[in-house]
């Protein structure tokens, strides 16, 4: 398993995993249009640092985990962790989204489907988790 920091407001709602790069735009981008939902409580977030772009983004990634706080990984004046075990997270986290066939970030997990690359706005992020939930 790997490394996540998580947000939620609401803790019965559905989770979305999101692997996304801190340096690459249309991580951020899904960022965006991904906090208002979890500000909403319509959905939590289980945010997987990965670096795919460098050791900024390890570093970066690093960061966000060691402080538990995914706004910090699109913040560029955050700052960065150097600390080998959040390297080492931020790291096994790559290695697992490659492991997993993926070679586009972000990557958004819900129930079993994923998606990668582009996301096209928070309705469309919603109709995508309502099909792909797994019903209880």
């Not at 951020?28 to 319509?42: T, V």
């Not at 150097?82 to 129930?111: H, K, M, Q, Y």
């Not at 079993?112 to 919603?126: Q, S």
Request: one cysteine or more.
């Amino acid at each position: 398993a790997g490394w996540a920091a998580i947000v939620c407001k609401n803790k019965d709602a559905p989770t979305l995993a999101v692997f996304a790069d801190p340096l690459c735009p249309g991580c951020q981008d899904a960022w965006l249009e991904i906090q208002p939902l979890i500000e909403e409580g319509r959905i939590c977030a289980a945010v997987y640092p990965v670096s795919v772009l460098g050791e900024q983004s390890t570093r970066m990634g690093a960061a966000t985990l060691k402080h538990m706080d995914p706004q910090m990984m699109f913040d560029p004046d955050a700052p960065e962790s150097t600390d080998d075990i959040w390297i080492e997270a931020v790291r096994t986290n790559t290695s697992l989204l490659r492991e997993a066939g993926f070679r586009r970030v972000p990557v958004l997990l819900s129930g079993n489907h994923a998606t990668e690359g582009v996301v096209d706005g928070r309705d469309k992020i919603m109709q995508w988790m309502a099909y792909t939930r797994i019903p209880n």
